[in-house]
């Protein structure tokens, strides 16, 4: 394919979901009708976002996949010359996978709502917002300026926020403020530690900053820039001790909130660490990298243990919410293999970053199917006397709630194992100049995280696809039977399953594209 056709793939990309937000608040969207305007609304978003994946896979197709560390589709026009602002996109091996699992993501939350539209106001509303947030979130992924990152980094705040405030069930004003309070004030700090790197470095172009590896930023310099941009990372990865608006964000936001927040929101925050961070300012992220390891490990442990009290008998506990917080320690993986420095470790990283978002988005999809077919999704409920039993009930739906736990748990052949096993292996040997001691720490603590998350998980699965004794009910036996997958959920959990499936087989069809680019990021290291 031409390079002028990935240009212009890539840049349809970034504005047509932003074009198509603005259509959907039309009176009547162009081109679409249905029985009402709020079907035909919801028709448009499912079009709009089907139109920018087909684009997201042609792109995918016309990746020079031969040279994935080579930017490509690269667009850069100036915008705001006094500052040295320009329109700078561009796409390579590490960027790709996100723009197409971002645009997958989003077009199976558009088409699940049109036929489970949230209860809450006008369609016109959901789709404009829904539009949006994934034009922010292609667009963060896509652009190589730093002022412009951190503008598409803050377009999706907005968005998500009404999503969970109106879109929300109960306490989604409390997780909408949290989520919001916490992701600006982390922004605030980060914006400072790009303005400084792009001042100090005589330019905000992340190529050209990168190809330079921090030599025209003093010592000092990428401490501090290190500091601030990693704060406002650590936000959205979610780092603990900052997590704490992520379960509240969770629990509250509507099924399509919840797997976008975990698919592709918190992506963006790892991201961030992997293109500005580690190539920008390599002697300031040495300095925090066994920080950073530090608190990785202790959110792999922390939110197993919690996920572990939830599933309890007796405690309590919010199926939606054990995800969430599972999603801590998952992540907790990512942010362990990036802290190592090694090229190994961050391809691990990047790895478990989509096998995330396609484990963890099928995870809150069933959980939304759940909650729809008994009005609550508390733990106590669906084990007790009348509870779920789905593989008695609801057996399709019982087997994939038990294939999404065995692939979070890190099952090997599935998506959900290479990148926990890559980070963990790195942190057996990380880079030169890191304490080695100290980081075998930290895989212990790792691997005590993953004996915890199968416990947790096989819990869950017990109590809910078994009823509360742990036997299988036939039938009937504890009540009607139930729905089984529907259509329309086949339709939108299909793609997540097999997609699992085939990264957990084939991983260097993943690793393949991150690997020159991770080399070249580390400057060739170890």
């Given at each position: 394919?031409?390079?002028?056709?990935?240009?212009?793939?890539?840049?349809?990309?970034?504005?047509?979901?932003?074009?198509?937000?603005?259509?959907?608040?039309?009176?009547?969207?162009?081109?679409?009708?249905?029985?009402?305007?709020?079907?035909?609304?919801?028709?448009?978003?499912?079009?709009?976002?089907?139109?920018?994946?087909?684009?997201?896979?042609?792109?995918?197709?016309?990746?020079?996949?031969?040279?994935?560390?080579?930017?490509?589709?690269?667009?850069?026009?100036?915008?705001?010359?006094?500052?040295?602002?320009?329109?700078?996109?561009?796409?390579?091996?590490?960027?790709?996978?996100?723009?197409?699992?971002?645009?997958?993501?989003?077009?199976?939350?558009?088409?699940?709502?049109?036929?489970?539209?949230?209860?809450?106001?006008?369609?016109?509303?959901?789709?404009?917002?829904?539009?949006?947030?994934?034009?922010?979130?292609?667009?963060?992924?896509?652009?190589?300026?730093?002022?412009?990152?951190?503008?598409?980094?803050?377009?999706?705040?907005?968005?998500?926020?009404?999503?969970?405030?109106?879109?929300?069930?109960?306490?989604?004003?409390?997780?909408?403020?949290?989520?919001?309070?916490?992701?600006?004030?982390?922004?605030?700090?980060?914006?400072?530690?790009?303005?400084?790197?792009?001042?100090?470095?005589?330019?905000?172009?992340?190529?050209?900053?990168?190809?330079?590896?921090?030599?025209?930023?003093?010592?000092?310099?990428?401490?501090?820039?290190?500091?601030?941009?990693?704060?406002?990372?650590?936000?959205?990865?979610?780092?603990?001790?900052?997590?704490?608006?992520?379960?509240?964000?969770?629990?509250?936001?509507?099924?399509?909130?919840?797997?976008?927040?975990?698919?592709?929101?918190?992506?963006?925050?790892?991201?961030?660490?992997?293109?500005?961070?580690?190539?920008?300012?390599?002697?300031?992220?040495?300095?925090?990298?066994?920080?950073?390891?530090?608190?990785?490990?202790?959110?792999?442990?922390?939110?197993?243990?919690?996920?572990?009290?939830?599933?309890?008998?007796?405690?309590?506990?919010?199926?939606?919410?054990?995800?969430?917080?599972?999603?801590?320690?998952?992540?907790?993986?990512?942010?362990?293999?990036?802290?190592?420095?090694?090229?190994?470790?961050?391809?691990?990283?990047?790895?478990?970053?989509?096998?995330?978002?396609?484990?963890?988005?099928?995870?809150?999809?069933?959980?939304?199917?759940?909650?729809?077919?008994?009005?609550?999704?508390?733990?106590?409920?669906?084990?007790?006397?009348t509870g779920a039993a789905l593989y008695g009930r609801a057996p399709r739906l019982g087997g994939l709630l038990a294939f999404g736990a065995v692939a979070s748990l890190g099952l090997p052949g599935l998506a959900g194992f290479w990148g926990e096993m890559l980070a963990m292996f790195a942190s057996f040997r990380p880079a030169d100049g890191l304490s080695r001691p100290a980081y075998l720490v930290?895989?212990?603590?790792?691997?005590?995280?993953?004996?915890?998350?199968?416990?947790?998980l096989l819990a869950v699965v017990r109590r809910v696809c078994m009823g509360g004794n742990g036997e299988q009910h036939p039938a009937g036996a504890v009540g009607p039977a139930l729905t089984d997958v529907r259509p329309y959920e086949f339709a939108a959990w299909t793609p997540l399953v097999v997609l699992t499936v085939l990264a957990g087989l084939w991983p260097a069809a993943l690793l393949g594209?991150?690997?020159?680019?991770?080399?070249?990021?580390?400057?060739?290291?170890?």
């Open positions: 394919m031409s390079t002028t056709a990935l240009q212009i793939l890539l840049a349809a990309i970034v504005v047509v979901p932003l074009l198509g937000a603005v259509a959907a608040l039309l009176p009547a969207p162009p081109g679409l009708k249905g029985r009402s305007p709020g079907q035909a609304v919801l028709r448009h978003g499912v079009t709009v976002t089907g139109a920018v994946l087909a684009l997201s896979v042609a792109l995918a197709a016309g990746f020079d996949h031969d040279h994935p560390a080579r930017m490509q589709a690269t667009t850069d026009v100036g915008w705001i010359p006094a500052l040295g602002v320009r329109i700078h996109l561009g796409v390579d091996g590490v960027s790709l996978p996100l723009l197409v699992l971002t645009s997958l993501l989003t077009f199976l939350c558009a088409l699940h709502s049109y036929w489970r539209t949230p209860d809450g106001p006008s369609p016109k509303a959901f789709v404009a917002l829904l539009l949006l947030l994934e034009g922010g979130t292609l667009a963060s992924f896509a652009v190589l300026d730093l002022v412009l990152f951190f503008l598409a980094f803050e377009t999706v705040l907005i968005p998500m926020y009404f999503l969970i405030s109106r879109w929300g069930g109960e306490g989604r004003e409390r997780g909408a403020w949290r989520f919001i309070l916490y992701t600006l004030l982390g922004s605030v700090v980060m914006l400072l530690g790009l303005l400084l790197v792009g001042i100090k470095g005589g330019t905000f172009d992340m190529v050209a900053l990168a190809t330079d590896n921090g030599s025209g930023l003093s010592h000092s310099t990428q401490v501090i820039a290190v500091l601030a941009i990693g704060l406002g990372l650590a936000v959205k990865a979610p780092v603990w001790p900052l997590h704490s608006w992520l379960p509240d964000a969770h629990t509250s936001a509507p099924t399509a909130g919840s797997v976008l927040l975990a698919g592709v929101l918190l992506k963006m925050g790892t991201y961030g660490l992997v293109r500005i961070v580690l190539p920008i300012a390599p002697d300031g992220a040495r300095t925090f990298a066994p920080y950073l390891a530090a608190l990785a490990a202790v959110g792999i442990v922390y939110g197993s243990l919690v996920c572990l009290a939830l599933a309890r008998r007796g405690a309590k506990g919010d199926l939606k919410r054990l995800v969430a917080y599972s999603s801590v320690g998952h992540m907790g993986f990512v942010l362990l293999g990036i802290a190592t420095l090694t090229p190994t470790g961050v391809n691990g990283a990047l790895f478990a970053n989509v096998a995330h978002g396609l484990v963890t988005g099928l995870l809150f999809f069933l959980v939304g199917g759940i909650k729809d077919r008994y009005g609550t999704t508390d733990l106590d409920r669906l084990s007790g006397p930290f895989l212990v603590l790792a691997g005590l995280g993953t004996l915890l998350t199968a416990a947790y594209l991150t690997d020159p680019v991770v080399q070249q990021l580390l400057g060739g290291g170890n």
